[in-house]
C-alpha cells in the first residue's frame, strides 16, 4: 500500500532505483521484439498485510535483500537523479546495473523449443487441429408471440487452419470477432453447421458418444477467469481428481496423480486441501493448468488464461506454459487480446475480423510486416513499454449503421472494412491519412490519401479486377463522383426514421397533412 517509487517517465523506465520497479519492466513481453528467452518473473507473493514481515515489505521477494533491510522499513527518500525517489536502502547500487544483474535469467527452454520447430520439415508434423471452412451462425429473431427470423449473425465464416504437433497458435482479434465462438465449436466436438473440424485425426462429424469421450481426454482448455472455473465448494484436491474419476483412473492412483500434478505447476504438494479461495490469482490459474493436464492431453485451448494476471504473476505463467509445451510435446491454441503475449509464446498467429480470418502466417513475419490493413490497425493500437519507441496510432472510425448499410447495400461485393477503407475513414493519427487497401481479386494495393493520389487509375483496377472490364476515362470519372456523391450522402444526409428519432429526441417529428390525416 505504499509508494516505492517516484519520477518521470524516462526515469522509471531506463532508470529505475527499486529492485521492484526493475522486475515489474523486466515482466512485460515487448511486442517490437522477437524473444527467445523465457521472462523473468518477481518470484514469490505479496505477504499478507495480517502478517507483514519487520523491515521492508519487499524483502521476502527482493534479490538484493540484506540484514540492513529487514531492520525498518525504509522511506521515500531522493536518489542520485534530480526528482526522483525512492523507498530503498540499495537504490545506489543500481546505478548503471543491467537487469540480468538483479534478476539472474533462468534457463531458457524456449529457444531450443523454436530451433526444433523451424529445423523441422513442418508438413511432415502430425495435424492435432484442423479446421476446414467452420460456420457458425446466429439467427436475429423478431417478435415476442409469432416470432421470425429476420436476420442471421455471422459469427465464424468459413475459417480455416491448422495446428501442428509442439506448435502454438495465437488466435487474436477485438472483442466480437468470432474467436470465443471458434473456440466453442471445437471444444463441443459435434458436427459444425458447416466445413470440417478435424480433432487428431478424427473428424467431429462422424464422432459417436464413446469416440467423443475418447477425443475429449486430448482436449483440454483453461478459461480467462481462475476463479470463475473453479468450484469454490470443492478442495484442490477434489478438483483436480474430478476429470481422472470421470475417465477411470484407479482409484489408489488418484492421490499419487493429485500430487504429481501440483508439483508439475509449481505449487506445493501439501496444500492440496485447500480451497480456491485460499490461493492468489496467479496460483489458481496453475490449479486450472493442472486439471486441464490431469489426463494428458496432446492439445490445450487456452481462452486469454493470463489477461486476469497482474504482469509479474503473468511471466510465471507464460514461463510455465513454455516449460509444459517442452516437456510434454503440447500443442496450443492461444487466444488472446494482448498481441505482446501472443508474440512471445506463439509460433504462428491467425488474426480474425467479423467471423473471417484476414492474416495468417509465421509470428515474425505478421508482426513485422503485416499485410492486412485491419492487422496494421491492431499492431499500431499495441503499447509499447518504451517511452522512445512511441509511434503514431492507427485510428479506425467507424460510420454509423445506417450509412454502413448504405454503403454495403451500394458496394455487396466489399466487406464492412473494405468500405471504410474505400471511404477514406482509416487514418493514421490525426493527421495524413495513410493505408493499405485490400480488395477482391487484387491484393495488397498501397496508396496515400494525403497526397496528389490517383483515383482513376485505382477505380481503374477496382473495377477491372471485379468485373473483367477496361473502363473508360469517362466512366472512371463517372465512378469516382458517385462514390463521393453515395459516401457523403450516406453519412451526412441520412434519413430520419423513427428509431433514430427515438435515439435523438430533438429531432422535429413532421405532422401528415391535412389530407391524409383521416386514411
Known sequence: GRIVESASVEDVFYHARHPYTIGLLGSLPRPDLDKTETLTPVEGNPPSLLNLPPGCPFVPRCPMAVDACRQSEPDLVDTDLHDHLAACIRSCDLIAVDYYQVYPRPQSVRARSKRALELAEREALTDVLELDGLVKTYPLMKGSVFKRRVGTVHAVDGISFRIKEGETLGLVGESGCGKTTTIMSILELAAPEDGRVVVLGKDTRKLDRADRKTVRQDLQVVFQDPMASLDPRMPIHDIL?????????????????????????????????????NFSGGQKQRVCIARALALEPKLLVLDEPVSALDVSIRAGVLNLLEKLREEMGLAYLFVAHDLSVVRHIANRVAVMYLGRIVELGEISQVFDHPMHPYTQALLSAIPVPDPASVAPALIVQWPPEEAMADLLREHPYFSRFEIVVAAG???????????????PGLGSKAFDISTSFNWSAWYGEVIQGIFNVTPTPTVLQLVGYLTYLVVILALFLRPTTPAARRRNPETPTTNPSPERSTT
Not at 481428481?241 to 506445493?268: Q, T
Open 241 to 277: 481428481a474430478e476429470p481422472l474419476k470421470y475417465h477411470g483412473c484407479p482409484k489408489d492412483d488418484i492421490a499419487d496423480r493429485v500430487s504429481e500434478l501440483m508439483g508439475l505447476v509449481g505449487l506445493e504438494p501439501a496444500h492440496a486441501n485447500r480451497y480456491p479461495r
Open 425 to 439: 475513414i482509416l487514418s493514421y493519427g490525426i493527421g495524413a491519412l495513410q493505408t493499405v487497401g485490400w480488395l
